[in-house]
């Protein structure tokens, strides 16, 4: 006897869900689509994808820190999905923790390779070694932090 996959990513309700959600964004609903899929976080807590696109239109509306909070879950839900993890990057770099941002990034390196954090790792030219590139990154904005703030 096998047991029927509800409420997973593949359930056509959560489908259908994110798909309206995406629909309103594109209409520039972006806060009916965040109210749209907080109460569907509701009825699925666990599913990472809807947390994933919470935490995109969150980014996209300027509230980072709720963008990092359901990035955060997601990312514990859905841990290699490379759209998730870049969300999740994004928003943690653009509020300032970009020492969190290359531990994401890296984190997410580990499972599997990322076409999008290769662009960026290659644009930064520090080097094809991404283990290298990314803790050089970290090295200078540290070196950067301390200038800053010393």
């Not at 839900?77 to 941002?101: D, M, Q």
């Not at 499972?111 to 991404?130: F, T």
Request: charged letters at 30%; one cysteine or more; proline letters at 3%.
């Amino acid at each position: 006897m096998t047991k029927s996959k509800t409420g997973g990513k593949s359930d056509p309700r959560v489908v259908e869900a994110i798909n309206h959600a995406f629909d309103l964004d594109s209409k520039g609903q972006t806060e009916l689509a965040v109210q749209h899929l907080s109460a569907l976080i509701t009825k699925f807590p666990t599913v990472g994808s809807i947390r994933a696109c919470l935490a995109l239109f969150l980014y996209r509306s300027g509230r980072f820190d709720d963008a990092i909070e359901h990035g955060r879950k997601a990312v514990q839900f859905s841990p290699k999905s490379e759209k998730t993890s870049a969300v999740l990057c994004g928003a943690l770099w653009k509020t300032g923790r970009r020492i969190e941002a290359l531990d994401e990034m890296k984190r997410f390196l580990a499972i599997r390779p990322s076409e999008v954090y290769s662009k960026m790792i290659e644009e930064w030219n520090l080097g094809e070694d991404v283990e290298s590139a990314i803790e050089k990154a970290k090295r200078a904005i540290r070196k950067d932090d301390r200038h800053k703030f010393g």
